[in-house]
């Protein structure tokens, strides 16, 4: 009781704000965004099916069974399109309409690994929509009999891929958005309590996600509630968004439709409230968006130093990044800086993390880590790891990798006290004279007997001085770890109070053919990506960015 007192006595100051500010909350550009939908013809199917393959696939699949290469390291799991149930719907039975693939490519899928596609052109994206339409179609055609296997070995012909493609919606079972009336303190504290004995069971009495949590989608993957004061939702905060949401549900999820449950009122004032517990704005910041990173031209040396003054000179891009497998408590974005001078390129990269994690020695932890990933395409493939034709270039730091020389982390770091034997390969060793666990650490043994530092493997080396890695990859499973002699980046992380700061340094040229290279006046897409080691953060668990364009300033 408290609790709601509390919350009631915060409405008359949430509809001051909310009629104060409700501008924010009206349908942002991308929500349902007005673009003609073009015919459908040959010609842009096959453009949609190169996209969906080239960016697509990885996830969804080649056929949309979301069985793709990257599906395991994802959650939510991506959406499987052969059984054509789709979450977000304008229709009262659960049929999704093509403008509502359209929004959802576009805007992505807050709250999961699903970027936002909208820096491609309308009609790309509508290529996408009826592809992903064809895809979604091919099981209920074979039921038909229209698709037969004869059909499919012969070949699809063009005339019955276009019928599969124009599904038809029945009109009267679109979601009509009603007016929506103002919002007053008298109409959130009935929003307030409609929640209370509605939502709350699910989404808890603060709409912090906290209520019941044994919760399965309709294929039997657990799934969690919504926490509604991060303003991230699948579809938009918008109040139509909302307003659908309630109406025609989610389906396949345990979000029900509240149609004929609640008059139109009320399902208006328990919009408002649920807007009423975040702030405008918040979802935007999480957003993945492409943005553009400008490398300034100095004439001085560049500083290694994250904390120099020079670095504090450089204005920083903000980039939102998402966790593959999602939680709600995660690194949100990253604050990137660049610099260049005629020799080499740096950036500056930094993030909140409340607690420093840089042990790598003991295998029930984790090292906080960060990672740039590169493509000179004009066309660059997708995001994660690039493709067999289409190879990309990465930086990768690890905060464990700053131990170096007599501050190096080994197994007898963490156990100082473990009963250890002599082996031969142990190189600072007298035999029959006494020793502890720490004079057996790798450094002091023959590297022909540790076989991954003796056959040159650079993360192996208990030597190394290096606190980065250089790499390619031509898609998942692909990254190739450069050789030392090879490759030239560094990198120094400094965790201050609560942030880390990282810097990475490396040559604009490369000695290697094919190699990375930089040009003053010249661009490339630049990725990144975070590993939290107090959430486990590992090789694919991490948060990554869309791509961004990065230019080098003349």
């Known amino acids: 009781m408290p609790l709601l007192k509390k919350l009631g006595g915060l409405i008359v100051v949430l509809a001051i704000l909310l009629s104060a500010s409700f501008v924010f909350l009206k349908p942002s550009v991308l929500a349902r965004e007005s673009s003609k939908k073009p015919s459908v013809t040959e010609k842009i199917f096959k453009r949609g099916e190169v996209l969906y393959q080239k960016q697509c696939s990885v996830c969804h699949g080649a056929l949309g069974a979301a069985d793709g290469k990257a599906a395991y390291l994802l959650y939510p799991k991506p959406r499987d399109f052969i059984r054509d149930k789709f979450r977000l719907v304008s ?3 659960m049929q999704a309409a093509d403008e509502d693939l359209f929004q959802t490519i576009g805007r992505g899928m807050p709250g999961s690994a ?13 290529a996408l929509v009826y592809y992903v339409r064809y895809l979604s179609q091919m099981e209920p055609f074979k039921r038909s009999g229209e698709l037969t ?7 699809i012909p063009w005339e019955l891929k276009k019928k599969m493609i124009d599904k038809k919606i029945d009109p009267q079972t679109l979601v009509v958005i009603s007016r929506e009336p103002p919002v007053t303190a008298e109409r959130l504290e009935n929003g307030r309590k409609l929640f209370a004995a509605s939502c709350a069971g699910c989404h808890g009495i603060e709409g912090k996600g906290d209520g019941r949590q044994e919760m399965i989608t309709n294929l039997g993957y657990p799934v969690r509630p919504r926490d509604l004061t991060a303003g991230i939702f699948k579809g938009s905060p918008d109040s139509a968004d909302l307003y659908r949401r309630m109406i025609a549900g989610i389906p396949g999820s345990p979000m029900p439709s509240y149609t004929g449950i609640f008059t139109d009122d009320q399902i208006w004032d328990m919009i408002h409230f649920v807007q009423s517990l975040s702030n405008p704005g918040m979802e935007e910041r999480v957003r993945l968006k492409r943005n553009r990173i400008k490398a300034q031209k100095i004439d001085a040396e560049i500083a290694l130093n994250p904390l120099d003054p020079q670095w504090a000179a450089v204005k920083p891009v903000y980039i939102a990044v998402t966790p593959l497998w999602w939680r709600d408590d995660h690194i949100q974005g990253i604050e990137v800086k660049a610099l260049h001078n005629k020799d080499q390129i740096a950036f500056d990269l930094q993030w909140s993390d409340p ?12 090292s906080d880590g960060a990672a740039l990933e590169f493509s000179k395409e004009k066309d660059p493939p997708f995001f994660g790891m690039g493709a067999a034709q289409q190879p990309v270039y990465l930086w990768h730091w ?27 390969s142990q190189k600072n060793y007298v035999h029959g004279e006494s020793f502890d666990a720490g004079g057996s650490k790798a450094q002091f043994h023959d590297p022909r007997y540790l076989t991954g530092w003796g056959a040159g493997n650079p993360l192996s080396d208990p030597t190394s001085q290096r606190t980065a890695e250089e790499g390619m990859a031509s898609g998942l499973g692909t990254l190739t770890t450069q050789l030392p002699k090879s490759e030239n980046v560094d990198a120094r992380g400094v965790w201050d109070n609560g942030t880390w700061h990282v ?52």
Do not use: C
């Open 114 to 126: 699903m970027p936002p596609w909208e820096h491609l052109t309308a009609e790309d994206r509508w």
């Open 355 to 366: 607690q420093k994690d840089d042990v790598v020695a003991n295998v029930h932890s984790f």
């Open 149 to 155: 296997n004869e059909v499919l070995t012969s070949g």
């Open 503 to 554: 810097i990475f340094v490396r040559s604009l040229t490369s000695s290697d053919e094919g190699g990375l290279s930089f040009d003053a006046g010249g661009s490339a897409s630049v990725a990144f990506a975070v590993w939290d080691g107090s959430h486990r953060d590992r090789n694919g668990q991490k948060m990554v960015s869309i791509w961004n364009e990065l230019i080098l300033e003349r």
């Open 91 to 93: 229709t009262k039975d």
């Open 398 to 424: 690890k905060a464990g990798w700053e131990n170096v020389g007599e501050n190096r982390q080994d197994i007898e770091t963490e156990y100082p006290n473990a009963a250890v034997d002599w082996y031969e």
